[in-house]
């Protein structure tokens, strides 16, 4: 069972749990922030002139000892219906505003890190992301967009393709290498929908050009990479990416190479209706299995939507192939 408990910071703790008729917990792996949306039924706490439910305050969820949820109530909607609607998000609802940055040779976790020192926000797991960053200028960019940047530049030089998100109040960034549950779903497990995707149209590329300005020369060097027998199969969908003027050569090759191996490929998505388990969140890799589909990989997981109404938990995953 779910525990909800909602702190309006008055130093009142009220635990609505029993009251609660639909919950639906969302999360992303990348630009936005989780999100709960719960429906309360009126009951005895409305008895009490001490309750209230106010834009700004703290709802914690909880499942048995595993923390699910902390975040902070941005909608409260009630009509003449014994049901209040509410929705709350965790702090990466902050970083959606806009300001403006200037960054010089600096890690990701270090700009990460300096932006949440900004905004006051707790910080749990950063670790050392590596990649020395040259430079970035933001100007009246989102603080969200700028770290994701920061995160995919880093992808990019293939130091590690970390991921930002909440968990249970505290900023936290890990590889999602290293987010892989032993956890499977599939044929005779928890499966009981699906819709499965293969496309070229969007993120897949068959030649890769790479340009830098050269600040000896004057000129622009061009790197080119490219799969013929793709393109005999595909076409030539062309990727135009402009390199950091200060990568030298070995570096400019390096990330020509990881821009081909990631885009160089068919792009499969698959969509689940499952049983719900609470450890699954955007950002995991899980294990599925559908001989139908001839599927016995691990996927990652994009999005994913827990929903608990009475005693039933579903979740919908949206999920991207890896391998």
């Known amino acids: 069972m779910l525990e ?7 130093g009142q703790l009220w635990d609505v749990s029993e009251l609660t008729a639909e919950l639906s917990w969302k999360t992303s792996r990348i630009a936005k922030p989780s999100s709960v949306e719960l429906t309360l039924i009126r009951g005895a706490l409305y008895q009490s002139a001490a309750f209230k439910l106010e834009p700004g305050a703290i709802v914690r969820v909880r499942q048995g000892e595993t923390p699910v949820f902390f975040g902070y109530i941005f909608t409260v909607e009630q009509s003449s219906s014994e049901q209040v609607k509410l929705t709350a998000y965790d702090q990466l609802r902050y970083w959606l505003a806009s300001d403006t940055y200037v960054f010089a040779n600096q890690t990701a976790a270090e700009i990460i890190r300096r932006i949440a020192g900004d905004l006051g926000a707790k910080i749990g797991e950063l670790p050392d992301t590596k990649y020395v960053i040259p430079s970035m200028v933001e100007d009246g960019q989102k603080l969200l967009d700028i770290a994701l940047k920061a995160l995919d530049l880093t992808l990019i030089a293939g130091q590690g393709n970390y991921m930002l998100f909440d968990h249970f109040g505290a900023l936290t960034v890990r590889d999602i290498n290293v987010l892989e549950l032993f956890f499977s779903i599939g044929d005779d497990s928890l499966l009981y929908d699906y819709s499965f995707k293969r496309s070229i149209d969007e993120e897949t590329y068959t030649r890769v050009k790479l340009v830098r300005d050269n600040k000896e020369t004057k000129a622009r060097d061009v790197y080119v990479a490219q799969d013929s027998a793709n393109i005999a199969k595909w076409g030539r ?14 570096q400019l090759k390096e990330l020509l190479n990881n821009l081909m191996s990631r885009h160089n490929r068919e792009q499969r998505t698959l969509s689940l ?5 609470i450890r699954v969140r955007a950002g995991h890799y899980v ?3 559908m001989k139908e589909l001839g599927l016995e990989k691990p996927f990652l997981v994009e999005e994913c939507s827990h929903s608990f109404t009475g005693g039933e938990h579903t979740m919908n995953l949206e999920l991207k192939v890896i391998a």
């Open 4 to 10: 909800v408990l909602i702190d309006n910071r008055d």
């Open 237 to 250: 969908l062309q990727l135009y990416h402009k390199a950091n003027d200060s990568m030298n050569e070995a």
């Open 273 to 277: 209706q499952a049983l719900g388990d």
């Open 287 to 289: 294990f599925i299995f």
